[in-house]
């Protein structure tokens, strides 16, 4: 079936600094692509869509120039958390839909801890 | 935006007996799937039910959608402990929106 990898799984950073999160879909090609942030026991808040080849389509709340999202090609989009702060410390998954079966499939999931 | 927002929030039942949750949500949708998260881990797609279908099983699964209501209700029969999970609903439309989830137990 199909698969959305999502790397790395876990990563640490120094606040001030910034961290990208891959999204790749594995065996189907995605021209949407969306992040989301999660926190412990809630539900999954939606950032922004992917488009490929165009701008990301941003919540409201979410700022864009602190989460950058790039969808260079149709199986990969990535979120660059800039200027890591404690605060935005979180679960972020992504997810993609494939074409015109209207599925959607998520990654595992990134835990990103900010020191 | 539309949200599915999903009751009970919290469910807690015995290993054999049936999970029943229900889902409700705003807007129009095209379909309805639901999905399982395991504590910090990814979603799995379980099942999608489209929005003229009223009624479709998977293995011990059972959803219907009743798209009058705007509601959806997601049954497990025969639970076992590795049932126990979160459940969240999500229509599909312009845009994805999850509801808080049904936080399930299953107890041996």
């Known amino acids: 079936g199909a698969v959305v990898s999502q790397h790395p799984s876990r990563v640490i950073c120094k606040s001030g600094t910034s961290v990208k999160i891959e999204c790749r879909s594995l065996d189907f090609q995605a021209t949407t692509m969306f992040w989301y942030r999660q926190f412990p026991k809630k539900s999954l808040m939606l950032m922004a869509t992917s488009n490929e080849g165009s701008k990301a389509t941003y919540e409201q709340g979410v700022e864009k120039d602190k989460f950058l999202i790039n969808h260079a090609s149709l199986t990969l989009s990535t979120l660059t958390v800039t200027s890591a702060h404690p605060e935005d410390s979180s679960f972020y998954i992504c997810?993609?839909?494939?074409?015109?079966?209207?599925?959607?499939?998520f990654g595992e999931g990134s835990w990103l801890t900010v020191v | 935006s539309q949200q599915g927002e999903e009751d009970p929030q919290a469910l807690s039942i015995q290993e054999g007996e049936n999970a029943t949750m229900n889902c409700s949500y705003k807007t129009s949708i095209n379909n309805l799937q639901w999905y399982r998260q395991n504590s910090g881990r990814g979603l799995v797609h379980l099942i999608l039910?489209?929005?003229?279908?009223r009624e479709k099983h998977s293995g011990r699964l059972r959803v219907t959608l009743d798209t009058s209501k705007k509601s959806s209700s997601l049954l497990i029969t025969a639970s076992r402990a590795a049932d126990t999970a979160s459940y969240f609903c999500l229509g599909t439309a312009s845009k994805l929106t999850f509801g808080t989830g049904t936080r399930l137990q299953v107890t041996l």
């Open positions: 039910i489209r929005s003229n279908e």
């Open positions: 997810s993609a839909i494939q074409g015109n079966r209207n599925t959607i499939y």
